[in-house]
């Protein structure tokens, strides 16, 4: 690491925040998960749908499947296992099951269409996949075309119990008819497999820092989806980082923590998942938390401590009545990450829940956290924060040279939670790991002279008018202060004059609100050349399935505007 002098923010940083963190002290993620098996064992570790699994039960149920995967099936270390499912008790138990096996786990996105399916499998070269029965039948297209030699299916209720989990997966079925018809022949029940694997003992697997515990797909929104290589040890150092952050805040053994972000998603697989259990946490899965309804109802039953989201699903709890109403006494962090965290969202937060809503920093390719804020800020500062510990952060220009406090340009980070590489293609890691070491994110950003970050925005997403920079995040920032404005964004599209022009796509909250009161908004906030030319009122915005908002989509749709206003 460079002295302390290249890292001002060592000097803010929370209080018993050391500026290392102990890369030894858990030789594998099956090592963590061990000891804290053994240390919160009559503990509750993940509740959902009214089942509670203690840190007793996931050793053994994990254990069962480990030993499925090595016994029956003689997956061999290093192996891929594919897992597409939302938040379900399943979850957990297949990724702690393979993990302690020495396999790697391949998070796939449940809303995959076949096609985007197919890539994943092929590409990971996964020998297993595990569905939920309400994808299945994208999966029994595209299985028998891969490497897949078998496909574990299982129900929405199956770790429900007796009768509810008859009950659950046939009102899913049939009433809900949230199944649509597959058939796999040669597919076998979750359950089944926690049966077959009680009959013989799991075998020790010799697991190593260096070795790949996931492969974590990135850039499906942007190009061809590629597995960020994520080893035991990327994992480990961003979980230590995570919990030393966090840690003067959280008390072992009972904090509850409300996992909305989908497990297969990095920020809740390392935040949530890795780093709670770590101190004995609670984690409350929500299946389904674009039913903002049952979301805020599922909220009122828990006394949480600690909630994660994005921008998009913070600002969909205060737009849901009842929200305002909950009980939030026992909140203590609230942490945004994965998209800008806008300041009217944020001070909004804060106002409903008096809990400060503090902004986050990571990528897929750094496991993911890179900076976060202190969690005792009175309130929203614009910063993504300070680089969490062990790692340094800079930010370059074109050429990589090193930009003085205040600069603007691309942020660079370099640590031992940055990725070992994208799986099985050389050229692309080069391109983004330089010989130094460091990440380029593709990001804009400048520090302060305190070394709190700010993103400007993405470079892909940059808006040339006239010669003038414009970025998205600055636009919709100062569009969502308007009281009418539920969601917005801000893309470029072509123009003749200016190259470039702004055009805005915003859901409305007010239906009285108007173009020209978006307008007369940003003639006020904004200077001529970041002003919208053209503003388009739709529905909703397209989003993935954690809640970015999509401008490819929008400049897609956009590339020849019709008219100013729809």
């Not at 993990?99 to 269409?113: C, D, F, Q, S």
Request: proline share 5%; with cysteine.
């Amino acid at each position: 690491m460079s002295g302390n002098n290249d890292r001002p923010w060592l000097a803010y940083y929370p209080k018993g925040v050391a500026a290392e963190i102990d890369l030894n002290e858990f030789a594998s993620i099956a090592n963590l998960l061990e000891t804290c098996f053994d240390r919160f064992r009559h503990r509750p570790a993940f509740s959902n749908m009214g089942r509670t699994l203690s840190y007793g039960d996931l050793d053994e149920l994990s254990r069962r499947f480990a030993s499925y995967l090595v016994n029956d099936l003689k997956l061999a270390k290093g192996d891929r296992v594919a897992m597409m499912m939302p938040n379900v008790l399943q979850y957990p138990i297949a990724i702690c099951g393979a993990l302690r096996a020495g396999l790697t786990v391949v998070n796939t996105n449940p809303m995959y269409t076949a096609r985007e399916l197919k890539h994943q499998l092929d590409d990971s070269g996964a020998s297993v996949l595990i569905v939920l029965d309400n994808f299945a039948h994208v999966a029994a297209g595209v299985v028998g075309s891969t490497q897949v030699r078998q496909v574990v299916t299982t129900g929405l209720g199956d770790l429900l119990g007796f009768p509810k989990a008859q009950i659950t997966n046939f009102v899913v079925r049939h009433v809900k008819k949230m199944v649509p018809e597959y058939s796999i022949p040669s597919a076998i029940r979750f359950n089944d497999t926690l049966e077959r694997g009680r009959r013989a003992a799991l075998p020790k697997t010799n697991v190593g820092p260096e070795d790949i515990a996931f492969l974590q797909y990135t850039g499906g929104t942007t190009g061809v989806a590629k597995g960020a290589m994520l080893t035991h040890r990327n994992m480990i150092a961003n979980m230590q980082q995570a919990s030393a952050w966090i840690g003067g805040d959280m008390r072992e053994g009972e904090e509850v923590i409300v996992t909305a972000l989908p497990l297969y998603h990095i920020f809740a697989l390392t935040a949530n998942c890795l780093t709670f259990m770590k101190i004995g946490g609670h984690n409350h899965l929500i299946t389904n938390p674009r039913d903002m309804k049952g979301f805020v109802a599922e909220l009122g039953k828990v006394r949480y401590t600690s909630l994660t989201g994005v921008n998009t699903l913070f600002n969909g709890l205060l737009n849901t009545p009842g929200f305002d109403q909950l009980d939030f006494s026992n909140l203590r962090m609230t942490l945004g990450g994965g998209m800008a965290v806008q300041r009217a969202v944020a001070e909004r937060w804060k106002k409903v829940t008096g809990c400060t809503l503090a902004e986050a920093y990571g990528l897929t390719e750094t496991s993911p956290a890179v900076c976060i804020n202190p969690l005792d800020l009175s309130e929203y500062n614009g910063s993504i924060g300070l680089p969490v510990p062990s790692t340094e952060v800079s930010v370059q220009d074109d050429d990589g040279n090193l930009l003085a406090v205040g600069g603007v340009g691309e942020l660079c980070v370099r640590g031992p939670q940055v990725m070992k590489g994208y799986w099985n293609r050389p050229e692309e890691t080069a391109k983004v790991i330089d010989a130094s070491g460091w990440l380029h994110t593709g990001d804009i950003a400048r520090m302060d002279e305190r070394g709190f970050f700010y993103i400007v925005d993405r470079k892909k997403d940059m808006i040339l008018v006239s010669g003038f920079n414009v970025y998205p995040n600055e636009i919709e920032d100062v569009v969502a202060l308007l009281p009418g404005v539920l969601e917005v964004a801000a893309i470029g599209v072509p123009d003749e004059k200016s190259g470039e022009a702004v055009k805005l796509v915003v859901v409305k909250k007010d239906p009285s609100l108007t173009a020209d009161d978006i307008r007369t908004h940003c003639r006020n906030e904004l200077t001529g050349y970041k002003q919208p030319r053209y503003i388009e009122f739709r529905d909703s915005l397209p989003k993935t399935n954690v809640g970015k908002i999509l401008r490819r989509e929008l400049r897609e749709a956009a590339a020849a505007p019709a008219s100013e206003t729809a």
